[in-house]
């Protein structure tokens, strides 16, 4: 299969558009675990409760790839996909704070795939170094961050210390060149701009239902 | 200060309004911390890297905020959201699924609040029931559930089990009145249009983060 074919800037393409095509990605799984070859946009946003407009919105930046009266070949599609997202190649990933939330993303299968390896999980407090986590990892000293980023070609760093610890953390990943930084630690992180750096706020999700509790559930 | 004036149809906004509306709550939120007492659309989008025109857009859904050339007030925009959101009074949560990410959830600091109550942790595991969470909450019995949500009058309840028992779990959910339900367990989970049921996709912010370093980082 060809590789995806149209220019894009960085720059236009809108977060939401990235997270949209995770989401897609996830349904053309689903269709391909069903064995359906073909769907079109509309079937897609009918299935799964999407906007067809916006799916072919969001695919257009990317190329040409469904056929019109036709749609879209599943198979085709998870590949560009799949391509666009980067998930063609695997990256790798360490962990800092080896507490209950750093311990369950390390085994958690919603985060570890194919295209993304946790190599490592570290933490500070002697009383966890060397002890296993459920995903068969051995927790590391934290002092060894920059040594086993470059030993082990770590790319992503995950930050799941507490707050105060965080930045402290964030800092050392940047120094250690890692590429970009997750942090779940609710607190703002902060680097250089050569450095990606997202945080993720599991609150949003809660207060998303809070608002339909309140104001009535949507149709 | 008075409540939120005008009508709006639950339909008319999108998730992604929601989560934005979250998003600005914590901007708000650091600038009542900074002492900070009005800030206008152009500020917040520079200050916190947003769309100033989707700022004014968002809010406009529910009322008239701002003062022309002046901006929000800090704390009755916060105010707003809060209501707006449904954050102005306490959700009682139950956790089913005691392993790493259900304990993390449990006392992770961005999940609970003031608004968010977690009343319960659940599980099946015999040797599991009676263990303390770090929180502070001894893990009940999820047999229990039903029995549990309406003693401690619990609306929302968050699957944090293995996937294969998620399903399970949810109908339980259902069965015992709650009215919405988060699910983090890797695999979708269904039920009447009655109860509001969401997905979190943890993969989605890792598959961010490598669609730009595939293709460069955004300036």
């Excluded at 599609?77 to 507490?99: C, D, P, S």
């Excluded at 630690?185 to 509790?213: C, M, N, T, W």
Aim: charged letters at 25%.
């Amino acid at each position: 299969m060809p590789s995806i074919k149209r220019q894009f800037s960085v720059e236009s393409i809108s977060e939401l558009t990235i997270a949209r095509l995770s989401i897609y990605l996830r349904c053309v799984d689903q269709l391909e675990a069903l064995g359906i070859e073909t769907v079109s946009s509309q079937e897609l946003a009918q299935r799964f409760n999407l906007n067809s407009a916006q799916i072919r919105k969001d695919l257009a930046y990317f190329g040409e790839f469904g056929v019109r009266g036709v749609g879209y070949s599943v198979r085709e599609l998870r590949h560009y996909l799949t391509e666009i997202l980067g998930l063609n190649r695997e990256h790798r990933v360490l962990i800092v704070g080896a507490g209950n939330l750093g311990t369950a993303l390390c085994h958690y299968s919603r985060f570890a795939s194919e295209s993304f390896l946790v190599v490592a999980i570290l933490d500070s407090d002697p009383r966890k170094i060397g002890e296993p986590t459920p995903g068969g990892l051995l927790v590391e000293d934290a002092s060894r961050l920059g040594e086993i980023v470059r030993q082990r070609e770590v790319e992503i760093g995950v930050i799941t210390t507490p707050p105060d610890t965080a930045q402290r953390v964030c800092d050392q990943m940047v120094a250690a060149h890692l590429r970009a930084v997750l942090n779940f630690a609710p607190v703002q992180v902060k680097g250089p701009k050569s450095v990606l750096i997202r945080s993720v706020d599991l609150k949003v999700h809660l207060e998303e239902l809070s608002f339909y509790l309140t104001h009535g559930m949507p149709k």
